[in-house]
């Protein structure tokens, strides 16, 4: 009697490397970036004048525009490289990495000099160009800085591990249909689809 043994693929592949483990990842990561964009990102101490307003509160949308778009472009991207092909695949995936890498450098640029990236807000709020204040950056800077490691790093892992990923489309199921349906009688629909094609139906 022969026993039959499971793939060994299924057992062996740990399951970060697995396509949904990294896709997810991946996802989870574009998100928590956008979403440490809505949240305080500089306190601003406005210095003495004549205006009322004292202090400020800018969140990342405002402080750093372009992290929100790449945040964006790379959840796009991600949901992309779920369904893309291999050569698709790895276009998308170097736009969710690059993407990663934009925004790593837009908020560090944040957080060596919160005074300038508030600037324009500050500007806004108090009608003087050039308000003296005293910013401070918050925790989610460094949230985002993190979360956009990570973003890249799975972008990096569907690179190389995807490699060997299979793509199965409907198309691959309408491929396999024509064969199963052959082992049976041809009736005179058959036929002519068979003639139609240029085959011969008796053979």
């Known amino acids: 009697m022969s026993t039959e043994r499971p793939h060994s693929s299924a057992i062996t592949t740990p399951k970060w490397r697995r396509k949904s483990s990294l896709m997810l990842l991946a996802v989870l990561a574009a998100l928590a ?4 964009t809505t949240q305080t990102w500089i ?3 406005i210095g003495p004048s004549e205006v009322v307003q004292s202090d400020l509160n800018i969140p990342g949308s405002k402080a750093a525009v ?3 778009a790449l945040a964006l472009v790379a959840l796009a991207g991600a949901l992309a490289t779920s369904i893309a092909g ?3 695949r ?9 993407s990663a890498a934009g925004i790593i450098a837009v908020v560090l640029g944040v957080l060596a000099d919160p005074v300038g990236a508030a ?3 500050v500007g806004l709020a108090t009608g003087i160009d050039g308000q003296s204040s005293d910013a401070t950056t918050t925790i989610f800077p460094v949230l985002a ?3 956009a490691a990570v973003l ?6 569907i690179l190389w591990f995807g490699r060997s990923w299979n793509v199965r489309t409907k198309y691959d199921a309408a491929k396999t249909t024509p064969q199963a349906e052959s082992s049976g009688p041809v009736d005179e629909i058959d036929s002519w689809d068979q003639l139609s094609r240029g085959e011969d139906p008796t053979a």
Do not use: D, N, Y
């Not at 790895?90 to 990495?97: A, N, Q």
């Open 33 to 36: 970036v956008f979403g440490t």
């Open 43 to 45: 306190h601003v101490a």
């Open 66 to 68: 372009a992290v929100s």
């Open 86 to 88: 291999k050569i698709a």
């Open 90 to 98: 790895i276009i998308t995936s170097t736009i969710v990495f690059l």
């Open 119 to 121: 600037a324009a807000e």
């Open 145 to 147: 800085v993190a979360a």
């Open 152 to 157: 890249a790093l799975a972008a990096l892992l």
